[in-house]
């Protein structure tokens, strides 16, 4: 819940996002109240908490009180964590590797929870199929998109990241049906990484975007879109640095996936790839 919620926040008004705040912090509370009660404790309407409700992926208030009543009992049934992800300047490092293992946990946790299986399923199926996979992100994104055009690259497909945006669109303009086009986008709004997909989307391409915010602008030009979780920000840990946790495991998923699709040729072609490296791993003769 709290991860959905630091999600969708920024798309909420400010007295949705009261409603959508107050339910995430105090579930067994929030479980207790009728709508109109909610809307008393959140200074909002009745209205307005149907309409985040429905935001937060639920039919009407009644389901996300289910689904609060059902989260309050399960941290009942399991012991609080013991830390945060709030790191302080004075931290000793042992807490900070501490507040940053819990931190790590859980946005893998959330991602997971809340990815579309259908859409990681219909996402390999075109990795696999596909004559060649154009790969687009910039910053802590673009290092992911580079992790994954390698893993692809080494079982044989043909597979390429690009972080320059202006490489990145002339390349995008030479895609067609059968091709893949793969954007990684934190916010879903970054310029560099939306305009070579719609490029892409507008050849034929299939265009798949992994992004935090699956209602940002990217998803308009995705077939198909894979939601991130992202760790709460703060001074010391900005969003870059947690949200390619999640895409980490979002591109690890896809190629697993597409190995297990061409097991025949990919096995062969991870053997082949070992052995070309493997003499830079031993020893040097003296």
């Known amino acids: 819940m709290a991860a959905k919620v630091r999600t969708m926040a920024p798309s909420m008004t400010r007295s949705m996002q009261r409603v959508a705040e107050t ?34 992926g639920y039919p009407g208030y009644r389901d996300l009180r289910l689904a609060l009543a059902g989260l309050a009992a399960q941290q009942e049934s399991g012991a609080a964590p013991s830390v945060t992800a709030d790191i302080a300047l004075d931290d000793p490092i042992s807490e900070v590797v501490a507040k940053l293992a819990h931190d790590e946990r859980q946005t893998l946790a959330d991602t997971a929870t809340a990815l579309d299986t259908a859409q ?98 990217i998803a308009q030009y995705a077939d198909h879109v894979l939601t991130t979780s992202t760790a709460r920000e703060s001074e010391l840990r900005p969003a870059a640095m947690s949200s390619r946790t999640s895409q980490l495991l979002v591109v690890d998923c896809l190629f697993i996936g597409v190995a297990q699709r061409t097991y025949e040729t990919a096995a062969p072609a991870l053997s082949a790839s070992y052995e070309a490296l493997a003499h830079r791993h031993s020893p040097r003769p003296r």
Do not use: M
Not at 24 to 51: I, N
Not at 148 to 164: C, E, N, P, T
């Open 23 to 56: 339910v995430a912090h105090d579930p067994a509370g929030c479980a207790r109240l009728t709508v109109t009660g909610l809307a008393e404790r959140t200074g909002t309407s009745e209205a307005t908490v149907v309409r985040t409700s429905r935001l937060l």
């Open 120 to 217: 990681v399923e219909a996402s390999v199926t075109a990795l696999a199929g596909a004559r060649r996979v154009d790969l687009y992100g910039v910053g802590a994104s673009s290092l992911v998109a580079q992790d994954l055009a390698q893993k692809l690259l080494r079982i044989g497909l043909i597979a390429h990241a690009h972080a320059d945006p202006h490489l990145a669109v002339t390349n995008a303009v030479q895609l067609r049906a059968g091709d893949v086009a793969l954007a990684i986008t934190h916010s879903g709004r970054t310029v560099d990484v939306i305009e070579p997909l719609r490029v892409a989307f507008g050849h034929g391409a299939t265009t798949i975007a992994v992004t935090g915010r699956p209602d940002g602008e």
